[in-house]
């Protein structure tokens, strides 16, 4: 089977990228599944229902989230209810929505997709290592196929956790800094791993916000406003091959598009 994994979509540019770009790819790469990074689709900032419907419809599978789920307090109540959209498992228990679930490709192949948190310069979570151990025991029943979405800061905390986790999952992929990372590589035992998928949005940015904003911020120290940048789009992702039997990756590519 073959996944593609998107990078944090940000704002109105992002979500262009997506409705430009996938149907495409879904043709070139021949996808069962479609898993994106959508904590910043609405402004940058959070997830609504409008917009996250715009994504499924778009051809977007499954959106997994961050530390910005719950920047938008309307769409509390449609994360709770909605399956399709992953938020961290690590959150504290009561916390609206599901941090794991397994779909069904159009192949019948079962897919179980996690959401995890870091905690290294973010929120003091529960632990996201002892977490997921907890998740694999009740969910390895239930999928032989398991993708993993760590959405956290530090390179050390990601790597780390691609280490702990190669040969008991099928993908470890981060999300989180919007920079894509050129480490990717099949971890012994068959988990494909990246530090980073990258992000979808803006491309004359920094990170998605107005690049004139953040180099102010950074002159002065002085608080401000940030806004996601107009123009032109960039696309980043990954392609995995997965073993529908076994679980173990084949291999895992960067996907790089950029609006001309």
């Not at 997994?64 to 992953?86: L, Q």
């Not at 390179?155 to 989180?176: D, N, P």
């Amino acid at each position: 089977m073959r996944l593609l994994m998107i990078g944090d979509i940000v704002g109105r540019s992002g979500r262009r990228a997506i409705k430009v770009n996938l149907r495409e790819l879904k043709r070139e790469f021949d996808l069962d599944l479609v898993i994106a990074n959508g904590e910043n689709a609405a402004g940058g900032n959070g997830i609504t229902k409008d917009v996250a419907q715009e994504l499924f419809s778009a051809g977007v599978d499954v959106l997994t989230m961050g530390n910005h789920v719950w920047n938008i307090k309307e769409a509390h109540e449609y994360i709770d209810r909605e399956t399709r959209i992953i938020r961290p498992a690590n959150y504290p228990p009561g916390t609206p929505g599901i941090g794991s679930n397994v779909f069904e490709t159009r192949r019948g192949v079962k897919v179980a997709v996690v959401n995890l948190a870091g905690r290294v310069f973010l929120q003091p979570l529960d632990c996201p290592f002892r977490k997921i151990d907890e998740i694999l025991i009740r969910i390895k029943e239930m999928a032989q196929v398991i993708v993993i979405d760590f959405h956290a800061e530090a390179t050390s905390e990601k790597i780390a956790m691609g280490w702990y986790l190669a040969g008991k999952v099928s993908a470890l992929v981060g999300t989180h800094t919007h920079v894509q990372t050129a480490d990717e590589r099949v971890l012994p035992g068959g988990t494909a791993y990246i530090t980073d998928l990258g992000m979808t949005g803006p491309l004359n940015s920094v990170i998605g916000v107005k690049k004139e904003i953040v180099i102010e911020k950074f002159r002065t120290q002085l608080p401000q406003r940030f806004e996601v940048a107009p123009g032109p789009f960039q696309l980043n992702a990954v392609v995995i091959d997965i073993d529908d039997y076994t679980g173990e990756a084949n291999s895992i590519q960067r996907i790089q598009n950029y609006e001309e």
